[in-house]
Nanobody, 112 residues
Framework: QGQVVESGGGLVQAGGSLRLSCTASRSIASINSMGWYRQGSGKQRELVAVITSRNISNYENSVKGRFTISRDNAKNTVYLQMNSLKPEDTGVYYC??????WGQGTQVTVSS
């Protein structure tokens, strides 16, 4: 089935940027939908952004205009470029890899 592994999280000041990567152990070209979710402390996991195999993307309202999801099928990787970060973006970010399920998550902390 394969697996996905996230990377790129870290500590950043408000207004800063991070780029998360979700790298799969198998080809993602045939996977219709992959996405990024996040879970803040004491909160439920929520969808941040999703991208289809045709590169159609959708975003949670609070990240529109700040975050960009993309996929590179040649590298079996989905990215999440996060700009103008806010403290409320803090949380563990998980990659959803379709049939491959969830990654282990990567922590993003935005300080004010």
């Amino acid at each position: 089935q394969g697996q996905v592994v996230e990377s790129g999280g870290g500590l950043v000041q408000a207004g800063g940027s991070l780029r998360l990567s979700c790298t799969a152990s198998r080809s993602i070209a045939s996977i219709n939908s992959m996405g990024w979710y996040r879970q803040g402390s004491g909160k439920q996991r929520e969808l941040v952004a999703v991208i289809t195999s045709r590169n159609i993307s959708n975003y949670e309202n609070s990240v529109k205009g700040r975050f960009t999801i993309s996929r590179d099928n040649a590298k079996n990787t989905v990215y999440l470029q996060m700009n103008s970060l806010k403290p409320e973006d803090t949380g563990v970010y998980y990659c959803w890899g379709g049939q491959m399920g969830w990654g282990q998550g990567t922590q993003v902390t935005v300080s004010s």
